[in-house]
Every structure is written in structure tokens, then in C-alpha cells.
């Protein structure tokens, strides 16, 4: 490559970097010893930025998802500040009572949602790099159906039901997650957390205010939600459901059993896959029974400073219709690993 030709892809690369700073000078004083005249400088540079600009623009149309920070890092969508309604209104369908009091807080800065939930595959890259164990004991019906009961060679790896490596990763705790946010912050440059469920609410809703993101009614689901679907319902027939205070699994079929590839359904009006079924997605706050008490960091603060349970949000492939609403809340020990629980993950820049 001619010398002069190496010099002007250093030198546009300079003048790109400068637009971060808002410094962006060309290196005049090095055209004409460079043998470059400033009329080829300037259709160089015109050229250059202008392939630039329209890779931006591309990537301003599909929700301004980040390049991964390595081979198996999660792709990550940018949401913007915003106004999150959070938990539910008094006297809501469904409304629980540890979803009270409704709370409209204003999140203030803009932060990163992985794309999409942590799939098997990235969670297994995790594992297999850091030697972290793969661990069992989870809550599954595989030995009988419809009988949920913990069960030590059921993993990740082999969750009870067929996944391939674009499934969400299921048979993880929150421990375990918080392991993976670690690994993640120490192969990149960092910020990786997980969501605060305040943040959760506000990804899921995508600006809705109504019991869904999709509306208030439960058949509307199948497009966008993989629940418990008529489908399912075929499947567990028989089962006795007497325990259940409601039982009514989504009146429309979502065309899963089980867990979908990640990207199956359509994304959210901030380009979010799977905010809602699927798997569950584990989130930072602690487990209190009430909205009152928020931190200064937008997370549930426990009365006595003592966490006994963790939250899952979300729903999954298992979940009833009224379940899948945007604010139920499923707690669980940090422990629990779970056929239905998963990862998704945040990250501050």
C-alpha cells in the first residue's frame, strides 16, 4: 500500500476519534509534506466521512444495538432517560399487594439492556472460560410432569426439555448470575449489572402503561410473549390444578413448549427481545414486599439491611396469563435455580 495512502487511513481514523471530544481537526499542516494536495485530502476525507455518516445512520435503525465487547459478549440496545411507572395501580386486575404503590419515577440517564435474555450459549462461554461450576439442583418436572421438585443432574446444560445454543440459558441463580456479570466486567472494559426491577418495569413497558406491553387483554400475548399457552395446557391435560387460585394459561398459542430462540418474536419499540415470557430474568434488587423504599440508586432497600429473597421478572414458558403482567414479581432465594429463570444484563456507558 502506497505510504501516502497508509498515512491518510491514520489520519481519518484521528479525525473519527475527534468527533468523540468534539476536536476533530485534519493534520493540515501534513498535506502538502506528504505529497497530498488539499483538493485530494479534501475528496478523501468527504468520501470517508460521508461512509461514515450512513454507518451511523444504519445503525440508528436498528435501535442502536452496540457491537459485542468480545466473541461471546451480549449485543446491547441503548435506552434512552425516561419516566418509569413503576408496580401496579391500586385496584388493578390481578394487582398484588407487594406491587403497591404505584410509583412514576424519572430515570435520568441513559443506560444499556442486553438485546436479548443471556442465552445458553454465551452463559456456557462463561463457564467453560472461568472453570465456574456448572451446577444443578433445579426445579423441574421432569421426572413427572406437573410435579415441580429440585433435581441435582438437571443444569443448564440439560434443563429438561430440548434447547439449542440460541435458547436462553435456564437453571441459573442469581448467584450464578451475578457471576456472569462479573466474568463480563473482567474480560471488557466493565459496567455490566444486572437491571434494578425499577429499570426492568421500564424496559418491558417500552411506554405502556396498561397491565402488558401489549395491551390489558391476555390473548393478545402469542405475538410478542412465549407463556403458558392453550398449547401447553394440551400437554399438562390431566394435571390438578386445585392449588392454583386462577389458572388460565394464554388463550392463543405462541408456538413454543418450551423455551424459543432468543430473537424468535418480535422486539419491543426499544429493540428488546423477550421482555416478557421465555424465561424469567433475574434483577439486582433485593425482595421487599412494598415500593415505598427506593434507594438513591433506584433499588428496593430491605428494612433491616438483611436480603432473604431476590426477584425474578418477567415470566416464562411456564407462566399463566395473569403472570405475565409487567409488574409481578416472583421472589426467590439467591440460590434457586429454576427451568423457567434466565439472565439479562445492564451496563452504565
Known amino acids: 500500500m502506497p505510504s501516502e495512502d497508509v498515512w491518510f487511513i491514520d489520519e481519518y481514523r484521528r479525525v473519527i476519534a475527534g468527533f468523540a471530544t468534539g476536536r476533530a481537526r485534519p493534520s493540515v499542516r501534513l498535506v502538502g509534506a506528504r505529497g497530498i494536495g488539499p483538493g485530494t485530502y479534501a475528496r478523501r476525507m468527504k468520501l470517508g466521512l460521508m461512509a461514515f455518516l450512513l454507518l451511523v445512520a444504519g445503525c440508528a435503525t436498528h435501535g442502536n444495538a ?119 466486567n473482567s474480560i471488557t472494559t466493565g459496567g455490566y449489572r444486572l437491571l434494578s426491577e425499577l429499570e426492568w418495569e421500564y424496559v418491558a413497558a417500552a411506554g405502556a402503561t396498561t397491565l402488558f406491553p401489549w395491551g390489558d387483554e391476555p390473548i393478545d400475548g402469542c405475538r410478542t410473549a412465549n407463556g403458558f399457552d392453550d398449547a401447553a395446557w394440551m400437554k399438562y391435560a390431566g394435571m390438578d390444578t386445585s392449588a392454583y387460585p386462577l389458572f388460565d394459561p394464554l388463550p392463543c398459542r405462541d408456538g413454543w413448549l418450551n423455551t424459543n430462540p432468543v430473537r424468535a418474536l418480535p422486539p419491543n419499540k426499544f429493540g428488546v427481545y423477550g421482555m416478557i415470557g421465555n424465561v424469567s430474568e433475574w434483577v439486582a434488587d433485593c425482595y421487599v414486599p412494598s415500593h415505598e423504599r427506593l434507594g438513591p440508586d433506584g433499588l428496593a432497600e430491605a428494612p433491616d439491611g438483611a436480603c432473604a429473597k431476590r426477584v425474578a421478572k418477567g415470566g416464562s414458558w411456564g407462566t399463566l396469563a395473569h403472570n405475565l403482567r409487567t409488574a409481578e414479581r416472583f421472589p426467590y432465594a439467591a440460590t434457586h435455580r429454576d427451568d423457567s429463570i434466565g439472565i439479562r444484563v445492564a451496563r452504565d456507558r
Open 66 to 184: 452496540s457491537k459485542e465487547d468480545c466473541a461471546n459478549c451480549p449485543t446491547m440496545v441503548r435506552v434512552p432517560a425516561g419516566t418509569a411507572t413503576f408496580g401496579s395501580a391500586a385496584g388493578a386486575l390481578y394487582q398484588r399487594p407487594d406491587e403497591l404503590p404505584r410509583r412514576t419515577i424519572r430515570i435520568e440517564r441513559p443506560f444499556s439492556v442486553s438485546r436479548t435474555e443471556i442465552t445458553r450459549g454465551e452463559y456456557d462461554a462463561f463457564v467453560r472460560a472461568s472453570n465456574y461450576p456448572v451446577g444443578g439442583d433445579c426445579l423441574t418436572d421432569r421426572r413427572k410432569q406437573g410435579d415441580w421438585q429440585y433435581d441435582a443432574a438437571t443444569t443448564y446444560r440439560d434443563p429438561g426439555f430440548a434447547q439449542a445454543d440460541d435458547h436462553p440459558v435456564a437453571c441459573v441463580s442469581f448467584e450464578d448470575a451475578q457471576a456472569y456479570v462479573a466474568w463480563l
